[in-house]
């Protein structure tokens, strides 16, 4: 087997720059370090090396959705986001009818196998249908439906080791079963599209939650009930370290204000970064019409046509970074750790950091955030 090394004065690692060398075959990282391994050598000069992006929460790009589309849409949205730096995504389905959903999970599997698909699919992320009317945002309440365990459980039987991840109301859930289900499979319970309180909050916690959806987009916060102030989503996220949140960072759902406010609460190892991306993002799409209602991107952002709300986000990985660095002002290093390491951490899986042992996925970048190299599995595909 091959081995490839690339030397950089600024190789992103755990420990901060290294000025040296990383050395990969197709199965692991041999060496991240200063001294000179044996061998060719393909020197990047001053080109940031990062961990290669992992993507927790999008709905596809390059004009091809995830949901009611074919395994063809999500590899072509998959490789879409690839061209930005992400090497590990969970292609997300909105809440739809649970026949549809059930194809969704099944084109991504089916896409996740195809050699022709260049990054990792780690597994569906399903984003609905047990979510709160009162919290739906851009979901469709025709298909937010209550729990039901004769629906969810014989899915689960026939589809649930394609799903990696699932967002739920928790106040959905009070004893916790459905989440405890889910976790017990092996499956990332998330919070999001919710009006918990923190009593519900603390139910799913204990079952297994471990992440909130979207953190200030469609989450509960302080309600008063009687003259009594009850903490919410946002404040149980807050208040209880096992909870990671992931905010989308494209600089307009959340302002570069908020988004330093919660990574000072969180830190950037409870803190992911994602697009939330609408199919339209790597386009350059300026309008059109979203299930009948039109839209236009303007200002970096998907919005109704007539400018009253957000529409969704037109964000790619690289977009995050340039935001998390150059409008938040957070070092390079930390803005790439909640990108790689974090949501890493957060999935279990055995990448997101440049060392010995760990799965070769790279990215390579300049000073303004141009993707100018990536490596899935020690195989430069971009």
């Not at 000179?36 to 709905?59: C, Q, Y």
């Not at 809440?95 to 194809?103: G, H, S, W």
Request: aromatic residues 6%; charged residues 25%; negative net charge.
């Amino acid at each position: 087997m091959s081995i490839t090394t690339l030397k950089s004065r600024r190789i992103i690692t755990p420990r901060g720059f290294v000025d040296g060398f990383i050395s990969f075959d197709e199965e692991k990282i041999i060496y991240v370090g200063s001294k000179k391994p044996e061998g060719p050598v393909d020197d990047l000069g001053d080109a940031f090396l990062s961990p290669g992006f992992i993507e927790l929460h999008t709905h596809g790009a390059g004009g091809h959705p995830f949901l009611d589309s074919s395994p063809e849409d999500v590899t072509a949205a998959a490789n879409e986001h690839l061209r930005h730096g992400t090497t590990t995504i969970l292609p997300t389905l909105s809440a739809a009818p649970f026949p549809l959903m059930r194809k969704g999970v099944l084109d991504i599997a089916r896409a996740a196998a195809d050699p022709r698909t260049l990054p990792r699919i780690a597994g569906a992320h399903l984003e609905g249908p047990y979510l709160s009317k009162k919290q739906c945002g851009a979901q469709s309440t025709d298909f937010i439906t209550p729990l039901r365990k004769e629906e969810y459980l014989p899915f689960l039987d026939e589809c649930g080791k394609a799903v990696a991840r699932w967002t739920y109301a928790p106040e959905n859930d009070p004893d916790g079963a459905f989440c405890r289900e889910i976790s017990r499979r092996g499956i990332l319970p998330s919070a999001g599209h919710t009006d918990a309180v923190m009593s519900d909050m603390q139910t799913a916690t204990e079952n297994g939650c471990a992440l909130v959806t979207h953190l200030y987009s469609c989450t509960s916060t302080v309600t008063r009930r009687g003259g009594f102030r009850y903490p919410g989503v946002i404040e149980s996220a807050f208040l209880f370290d096992r909870l990671n949140v992931e905010i989308i960072a494209d600089g307009k759902h959340l302002p570069p204000e908020m988004i330093k406010m919660i990574v000072k609460i969180k830190g950037p190892d409870k803190t992911a970064l994602i697009t939330d991306s609408l199919d339209i993002a790597g386009t350059d799409i300026k309008s059109g019409s979203m299930s009948g209602v039109p839209f236009i991107v303007e200002d970096g952002v998907c919005k109704l046509a007539d400018r009253t709300a957000f529409a969704g986000s037109v964000a790619t990985s690289d977009i995050l970074l340039r935001v998390a660095t150059k409008e938040c002002g957070f070092s390079v290093p930390d803005a790439v750790k909640m990108m790689t390491e974090t949501p890493a951490r957060i999935l279990g899986v055995n990448r997101g950091k440049l060392e010995a042992g760990l799965e070769p996925d790279i990215v390579v970048f300049d000073d303004e955030i141009k993707i100018a190299g990536v490596f899935v599995g020690g195989k430069k595909v971009f």
